[in-house]
């Protein structure tokens, strides 16, 4: 069965730097990546996807994953965050062939001026 | 009003009530799901109902029980719950039932049971 690793449950920077959020898979079949967000008092909210095509992926607020078949990964990353950044990030996979997609525990990211 | 919505946005329940969730998404989707989210664990896939059909019940208890009247709308009703069932319980909507479908969720129902 798929399953999904974030390493870090919480990951707190200062405002303007650089930022990665880990993210693992268990299977290297046929996969479909997600990562999501989830601002305090709000649902979750797509960041970005990769089903096919290029590696990597960006989202329309500066965030990028690349998708890394060798090792499995998923990371987001973002060169320079802001505080509004402040939020949980859950990573989730979808193998082929599959209708349930499987989330990992997220990552808290606090963005400290 | 627009996206999915989710009613009530908190509520707190004994063992004995009965209540439910209600759901409504506005997008024209054909597919709901509903997700439970507690403390410290990974976001579960609940049901799945796919144009108005269940798809999918991912083991859930029978104390929980989903309704989906049509396409727009989800409910899920409890009944007899336990402690360990308080949660933030979350609805989500996609123009089908492929995962691969972007799923937009609803701000949750954060549930507490005494």
């Known amino acids: 069965a798929q399953s999904v690793t974030q390493l870090d449950s919480q990951v707190p920077v200062f405002e303007e730097a650089p930022v990665e959020l880990r993210c693992n898979y268990s299977s290297s079949v046929s996969v479909y990546l997600f990562w999501y967000v989830q601002y305090p008092n709000q649902g979750l909210q797509l960041l970005l996807k990769y089903l096919s095509g290029s590696t990597l992926v960006e989202s329309i607020n500066g965030f990028e994953a690349e998708f890394n078949k060798s090792q499995t990964s998923f990371h987001l990353r973002k060169p320079s965050v802001h505080i509004s950044d402040t939020a949980e990030y859950f990573c989730a996979a979808l193998q082929g062939g599959s209708e349930k997609l499987v989330f990992g525990k997220g990552t808290k990211l606090t963005v400290n001026p | 009003e627009t996206g999915v919505t989710q009613t009530p946005r908190h509520l707190v329940m004994g063992m004995t009530n009965k209540k439910s969730l209600k759901c409504e998404q506005h997008?024209?989707?054909?597919?709901m799901y509903w997700y439970k989210q507690s403390a410290k664990k990974p976001l579960e896939l609940m049901f799945v109902?796919?144009?108005?059909?269940?798809?999918e019940n991912n083991s859930v208890p029978s104390r929980f029980s989903p309704e989906c009247p049509n396409s727009s709308h989800l409910f899920l009703h409890l009944h007899t719950l336990q402690p360990e069932d308080s949660a933030l319980y979350l609805c989500?909507?996609?123009?089908?039932?492929?995962?691969?479908?972007?799923?937009?969720f609803g701000p949750g129902t954060r549930l507490t049971v005494l």
């Open positions: 109902y796919n144009f108005k059909e269940q798809t």
């Open positions: 989500a909507s996609s123009q089908a039932a492929s995962m691969s479908d972007t799923q937009y």
């Open positions: 997008l024209g989707h054909n597919a």
